[in-house]
Nanobody
Framework: QVQLGESGGGLVQAGGSLRLSCVPS????????MGWFRQAPGKEREFVAC????????DYADSVKGRFTISRDNAKNTVYLQMDSLKPEDPAVYYC????????????????????WGQGTQVTVSS
């Protein structure tokens, strides 16, 4: 059982930046492919970004490409989501998730492939 803890959410002005962190319980190293998803009120949970187990491959939703950067530091057992140029359409609860994904390509956007989820962290953008 893996428990994920997110942090770094908050209130920021449009155009500003936030960095989310996700720390799994225990030393998970590069065991899991990791992803970030978000869910706004009244909407379905949607894919934001994902990263392969060794950090060599990443994938982004078109809506965040060029503004958000996912990274991981396996030595620190932490996954990050750097969010720049935040827009009024970005506010949501952001969730970190872990997938036991060993197929090719080494990343997956499919929410159903993620086994473990964090409790989420709120991101609010003021215009």
């Amino acid at each position: 059982q893996v428990q994920l803890g997110e942090s770094g959410g908050g209130l920021v002005q449009a155009g500003g930046s936030l960095r989310l962190s996700c720390v799994p319980s225990g030393r998970t190293g590069n065991t899991y492919s990791m992803g970030w998803f978000r869910q706004a009120p009244g909407k379905e949970r949607e894919f934001v970004a994902c990263i392969s187990r060794n950090g060599g491959s990443t994938d982004y939703a078109d809506s965040v490409k060029g503004r958000f950067t996912i990274s991981r530091d396996n030595a620190k057992n932490t996954v990050y989501l750097q969010m720049d140029s935040l827009k009024p359409e970005d506010p949501a609860v952001y969730y970190c998730a872990a997938a036991q994904w060993n197929l090719w390509p080494p990343t997956t956007r499919n929410v159903g492939n993620y086994t473990y989820w964090g409790q989420g962290t709120q991101v609010t953008v003021s215009s």
